[in-house]
């Protein structure tokens, strides 16, 4: 202890030229501590998205592509599954719930996702958390929408406000001024969802018969020239889906998920794959696998460096401390009292330099939080440090112990050389 209190004042002494040393672990370790954190709150929040779901069918396609598009909105698919595939995906007497998803049209760059009242009431997410409204709800007629969080926030829609769909997917209808809209079919909003920190946070959701209804008049991905039906005329026609884009499905008993994934993906008839969402995203990991151990070892050679930069910055410093380290040997300290002193300073400061980095990156999460959900869906970490991240720590100061010992074991043979007389 006495030694540590006598490293932590010599520390001070020279705190100037030891400031940027500092610096250094700070920025190093908030570094390392930021992709870890990021990494482990992207699969968080992935994992989120879906609770107590089963299976995810839809068109025969790879089961991650399916995946991303069905729930998380990412990219378009070739083709859809018949709405006739979907009934009898229901009425298999293994499923206890399905919820039928049909992608397609946007608003603002937003998705929307035709669905029914089973959506509200079976999808889950997080710990099996079950939607609520935070304004309104899901009853209304044909044209009636309900707004994920952060598109009403974002958009500044509530209860009762009207909006028009555009046709086409939510990055073509925001960046294409050309692109064609439904505004002959208005949509009145008419319930807000409560925040999730999922991708339901930035959808639309309507009817299935709605998103029927506002291509009656389309054909081909266009309006069709001269005509032009509007709510009125509506009544007149089947507003039954043709297809939609996947279905996911609970079932009855778990234990028999992997025989329903083998009877969907095998049966005759309409080519479908089925997918276990957890597997499916166990093949994401794989694939950002790679990148992630890049930037693990791109972190690491950053706190290498500042760590050699600390040792280098001691170094540097030991031919002004021999007369110190003489007047430390003449009130009786021994060599060894020396290279522990050293290995001590070594120790106070990366731990001073962790603290800060730990420090900055939790007030990084803080302030970026809000920004990282919106953007990205990704609810950043903002407590305690990780089950994963105190290890961490645990090893960037190891490897500041271990980046003393060079300067330490200077000072040893310093100690001994000069003894009493130090050459300065």
């Not at 151990?293 to 500042?306: G, P």
Request: glycine content about 10%; overall charge positive; some cysteine.
């Amino acid at each position: 202890m006495a030694l540590m209190l006598l490293a932590c004042k010599s520390a001070w002494s020279r705190r100037g030229a030891l400031s940027l040393a500092i610096l250094s672990i700070v920025l190093s370790v908030a570094l390392l501590l930021t992709v870890e954190r990021v990494r482990h709150s992207a699969r968080a929040s992935f994992a989120a998205s879906l609770s107590g779901a089963d299976l995810v069918i839809g068109p025969r396609d790879h089961p991650l592509r399916l995946l991303l598009h069905a729930i998380f909105h990412i990219g378009t698919p070739d083709t859809g599954m018949s709405w006739d595939g979907a009934r009898r995906i229901a009425a298999d007497p293994a499923v206890a719930w399905t919820i039928p998803l049909a992608l397609g049209d946007s608003h603002r760059g937003f998705p929307v996702v035709a669905t029914n009242t089973s959506f509200f009431e079976h999808y889950r997410y997080g710990r099996a958390q079950p939607l609520a409204f935070s304004d309104g709800s899901n009853a209304g007629g044909l044209f009636r929408v309900v707004l994920g969080a952060e598109v009403a926030r974002r958009l500044g829609y509530r209860s009762g406000d009207q909006l028009a769909l555009s046709h086409g997917g939510a990055d073509a209808g925001h960046h294409d001024a050309r692109h064609a809209h439904h505004h002959d079919k208005p949509f009145t909003v008419s319930g807000v969802l409560a925040p999730t920190g999922t991708p339901v946070d930035r959808a639309l959701y309507i009817g299935l018969h709605a998103m029927q209804a506002i291509h009656l008049d389309w054909h081909g991905g266009a309006p069709i020239p001269g005509v032009s039906l509007g709510a009125a005329d509506l009544g007149k026609f089947n507003l039954e889906p043709t297809q939609v884009s996947a279905v996911v499905v609970g079932l009855k008993q778990r234990a028999a998920v992997l025989r329903m994934q083998r009877k969907f993906n095998t049966g005759a008839g309409e080519p479908l794959s089925a997918v276990i969402p957890a597997v499916a995203l166990e093949q994401l990991w794989d694939l950002t696998g790679a990148a992630e151990r890049v930037l693990d070892a791109v972190a690491a050679l950053v706190l290498a460096v500042a760590l050699c930069g600390l040792a280098a910055a001691v170094l540097a410093g030991l031919n002004e401390r021999r007369r110190e380290l003489a007047i430390l040997r003449a009130v009786g300290a021994r060599p060894l009292h020396v290279f522990l002193l050293l290995l001590c300073e070594g120790a106070a400061l990366t731990v001073t330099g962790a603290a800060a980095g730990l420090l900055l990156v939790q007030l990084a999460a803080i302030g970026l939080a809000p920004w990282a959900l919106a953007r990205w869906g990704v609810a950043l970490d903002i407590g305690l440090p990780s089950a994963a991240e105190w290890p961490l720590l645990a090893e960037v100061i190891c490897a500041g112990l271990a980046a003393s010992i060079l300067p330490g074991w200077r000072a040893y043979r310093l100690s001994l050389a000069d003894g009493l007389a130090p050459k300065v």
